[in-house]
């Protein structure tokens, strides 16, 4: 599953017009979430995909937009996302690897760019990058590990406690959360 952003502007357009003024949309799903502060409704609609898609990328099968209306936190939310997929299955099982999708982003790269600043930072030698993201995802695994369900509370205990976080290094998870005052 391929997310269609805008960047490709004909890709997306002719992808977003044929879901939103299409008379037949075969497969059709949604589902409804409350808790975290937000309640939402997802609903999904797709279409085989066009020749015109199929051509830019070979093994498609539908195109689909997935639309997230609710409110979080008390604001109105009205998103609209665009997919490409060769998978051929229900509306249902659709739906749900699109909402999987977002599962992870919310738990690893919404973290990694807004508690670690990972957009930010513009390096130009490959191995650093790759380096870095290393380094990253072994501190997010360390904290998670050691049963930190908030990374910012995580980072905030060991950024001014180095020997917190050596024993955070040498547990490895076993012994359980570890105090911030520790």
């Known amino acids: 599953m391929i997310a269609i952003k805008g960047s490709r502007r004909k890709a997306f357009q002719l992808i977003r017009d044929r879901l939103t003024y299409g008379k037949r949309v075969p497969f059709q799903a949604s589902a409804s979430e409350r808790g975290h502060g937000r309640e939402s409704t ?28 609710g409110t979080r936190e008390g604001r109105a939310i009205n998103e609209t996302h665009y997919y490409v997929t060769s998978l051929r299955t229900t ?9 999987d999708r977002w599962s992870i982003e919310n738990s690893w790269h919404w973290v990694r760019d807004t508690q670690l600043s990972e957009d930010a930072h513009r390096y130009r030698e490959r191995n650093g990058v790759q380096v870095l993201a290393g380094l990253r995802t072994v501190a997010l695994n360390l904290l998670r590990l050691n049963g930190f369900h908030s990374i910012a509370d995580g980072l905030g205990a060991v950024s001014h406690n180095v020997a917190l976080l050596l024993r955070l290094m040498r547990c490895h998870g076993q012994e359980g959360p570890q105090p911030a005052s520790a």
């Open 42 to 69: 997802w609903t999904l609609r797709a279409v085989e995909a066009p020749t015109t898609i199929k051509e830019i990328w070979p093994g498609s099968a539908l195109i689909i937009s997935v639309k997230s209306a």
């Open 91 to 99: 509306a249902k099982a659709l739906l749900q690897h699109v909402r």
